[in-house]
């Protein structure tokens, strides 16, 4: 999916919701648990539901690895029925891969040559030969982590180099000579508020992957008031406060409902920041 | 394992070699393509031609999972079999995950609930909170990232701080605050010489994986130089020139072959530098 095309999907569906699929065994109703594959049977169920207000899901891969070989099934028979079902919405897969070149070559295969997701969220640590060959894929897109939402992206994310700059703001600058606005992206937590600022002055016109509002807290006008550009540049994430919102067999209509609630306020956020 | 274990491992085999297991199908000998699990088989093969003169495995989980479920069969049976067979050696797998706490907390459980390795690769860019939830497993080890083997590594881990410290100094002086020696160890590429010297400075301790001598052009002799303490202090791992020596039937003796090289070179700088 091009970088117009995504846009306007967001334009259709006044909505630049992302949908987290961190599905957990140990989460979801227990009535569910005596089907053949319970997280796959939620996640349709959840997808259903919400398909009408978001533009993108984003299985964290963590949560299907950890259930083992089942898990892993599970995951690409989601990503199978996304792209089914719902082909107009874009899929992501968190998985925050990144290594030596050879090897990530091999998790680009996993994700873009195996699964076919449009995105993967990518570490920055170990550099731009660590990054490339998720480029290989030319309708593919790298989502390079800059500043991530949790707590400890305080610990070295934001730590000043001799020249003034943070290291997130040397990732967001170094990187952008790796690919354009067309293949990359990036990881800016909501929980962060006004530095979205300072983010918007390297990368105007790149699209942010915005976890971190709902259970994180985040603000979701902050995000849209130091965040948005033009293009609405914005993916914002929601996990846990929608597909947990309710845990009987209501789920999906509860989830359906949260997800409407945060289209609803991006709706007229659009109005006053696009 | 214990860290006084490690080291009495590497004093009994004279070696202080990880075994890289970077298992790729498009690699391994044609005529194991008709088995049942080609990389399994190869794998087994390779394990028992140079577990004598090694003292860990590392998989590589990149290579595994781009081969989607039937990867993370292989891969489980290959640390299944290890443990079985050479219940001694130390088992790596490198995966350098690294995502915010309930996440982290998955890919914990995926790799030491679930596969029950010894050690897990970590990436610290999102700092604290995101390496801590792999602490909480007693009895393994996070092996996380600081001055990586490839090129990339230039890019932002040796990018001075104000206080004139590098990114990489600054991982290995915070993280130290997270764990003790006993439960850290820290990835220093071989690629990097007299920088070894430099890490030794702020963790003289430590255990470092040391990835990058052999295919990647690393030197030993400047490995154990600076970077031997009087524990050893060092696992240096050799991957494709050890299980890719040869490509016909004579595989694992041309691996054990090459492993046996090494661990004769480790066992004259032994002499040398402990």
Redo the contacts between chains.
């Keep these: 999916m091009t970088k117009q095309q995504l846009f306007e999907q967001i334009i259709k569906k006044r909505s630049f919701l992302c949908v987290g699929l961190?599905t957990?065994i140990e989460k979801i109703p227990d009535y569910l648990t005596d089907n053949e594959d319970p997280i796959y049977t939620f996640n349709k169920a959840i997808i259903d539901a919400t398909a009408p207000y978001c533009i993108a899901y984003k299985p964290?891969v963590?949560?299907y690895?950890?259930a083992?070989?089942e898990g892993?099934?599970s995951l690409?028979k989601t990503v199978a029925y996304i792209k089914q079902r719902h082909p107009q919405l874009f899929i992501i897969a968190?998985a925050?891969?990144?290594?030596?070149?050879?090897?990530?070559e091999?998790?680009a295969?996993?994700f873009f040559d195996?699964m076919k997701v449009d995105a993967l969220t990518v570490?920055?640590?170990?550099?731009?030969?660590?990054?490339k060959p998720f480029l290989l894929y030319p309708e593919s897109w790298v989502i390079l982590?800059a500043l991530?939402?949790?707590?400890?992206?305080?610990?070295?994310?934001q730590?000043?180099?001799?020249n003034?700059e943070r290291?997130f703001e040397?990732?967001l600058r170094?990187s952008q000579t790796w690919a354009s606005d067309e293949q990359m992206m990036y990881v800016v937590g909501a929980t962060h508020g006004t530095l979205l600022q300072d983010v918007r002055k390297i990368v105007p016109n790149h699209f942010l992957l915005v976890?971190g509002v709902g259970t994180q807290g985040g603000s979701l006008e902050d995000v849209c008031r130091y965040g948005m550009n033009k293009q609405c540049g914005l993916i914002v994430n929601a996990s846990r406060s929608i597909i947990y919102a309710d845990h009987t067999e209501s789920f999906a209509e509860a989830a359906a409902e949260e997800a409407k609630k945060l289209q609803q306020e991006m709706n007229l956020l659009m109005d006053k920041y696009l």
Tied chains: 1, 2.
Excluded: C
């Excluded at 730590?159 to 001799?162: C, I, S, V």
């Design positions: 961190d957990d964290n963590a949560f690895e950890s083992g070989i892993w099934l690409q968190d925050k891969r990144g290594d030596i070149a050879n090897t990530s091999m998790y295969r996993t195996g570490a920055p640590y170990m550099g731009e030969d660590s990054v982590l991530t939402s949790n707590k400890g992206s305080n610990d070295f994310q730590t000043e180099n001799k003034g290291l040397q990732v170094v976890p």
